[in-house]
T-cell receptor, first 115, second 110 residues
Framework: DAGVIQSPRHEVTEMGQEVTLRCKPISGHNSLFWYRQTMMRGLELLIYFNNNVPIDDSGMPEDRFSAKMPNASFSTLKIQPSEPRDSAVYFC?????????????FGSGTRLTVV | TQLLEQSPQFLSIQEGENLTVYCNSSSVFSSLQWYRQEPGEGPVLLVTVVTGGEVKKLKRLTFQFGDARKDSSLHITAAQTGDTGLYLCAGAAYGNKLVFGAGTILRVKS
């Protein structure tokens, strides 16, 4: 298995531009999570999906952030318009059955820099 | 809000030394997980503990879940340079969400 695949690995964009981050979860996993990691705040859960349905988006910072999961093998996190304070590493993770003893499998992350 | 506090925040030791990292909360967790993260990569699961008082060993790493399921510790025996990384504890919170601690940065020098 190739694991959780995220793209791009790095993104540098100008303030005000739209940014789209992509994630392909592990085949067979039915839960998908988007996290953001910064030095100041650590790992924060933004949103998670179960069977392609958003279950909890209470961690989404504001309306500029949106996430979709059109099918079991693909999800996007979009920021529009982007701001410098959105600079962080964004991780996608997947699991089978939500929280399980097997934990989450994380992708390698997308490092976003907004200038 | 369920919070996990990790200590120490940063640890720099010589190869061969022993160390312990702590993860504490005022909340009870149904389970707790430990992850290790290396630069440029996502966290990788090391272990899950479920039962209060549970002890799990993974080679030189020993994980313990507190009796009240509010705290956990990770002990590394004879640390190696390959143990260098960010160690994160994560607790299963309400709604099946994982809440992460801020992490402990471990540096093992040769």
């Amino acid at each position: 298995d190739a694991g959780v695949i995220q793209s791009p690995r790095h993104e540098v964009t100008e303030m005000g531009q739209e940014v789209t981050l992509r994630c392909k979860p592990i085949s067979g996993h039915n839960s998908l999570f988007w996290y953001r990691q910064t030095m100041m705040r650590g790992l924060e859960l933004l949103i998670y999906f179960n069977n392609n349905v958003p279950i909890d988006d209470s961690g989404m910072p504001e309306d500029r952030f949106s996430a979709k999961m059109p099918n079991a093998s693909f999800s996007t996190l979009k920021i529009q318009p982007s701001e410098p304070r959105d600079s962080a590493v964004y991780f996608c993770a997947s699991s089978f059955g939500g929280l399980s003893v097997y934990g989450y499998t994380f992708g390698s992350g997308t490092r976003l820099t907004v200038v | 809000t369920q919070l996990l506090e990790q200590s120490p925040q940063f640890l720099s030791i010589q190869e061969g030394e022993n160390l312990t990292v702590y993860c504490n909360s005022s909340s009870v967790f149904s389970s707790l997980q430990w992850y290790r993260q290396e630069p440029g990569e996502g966290p990788v699961l090391l272990v899950t503990v479920v039962t209060g008082g549970e002890v799990k060993k993974l080679k030189r790493l020993t994980f313990q879940f507190g009796d009240a399921r509010k705290d956990s510790s990770l002990h590394i025996t004879a640390a190696q340079t390959g143990d260098t990384g960010l160690y994160l504890c994560a607790g299963a919170a309400y709604g099946n969400k994982l809440v992460f601690g801020a992490g402990t940065i471990l540096r093992v020098k040769s």
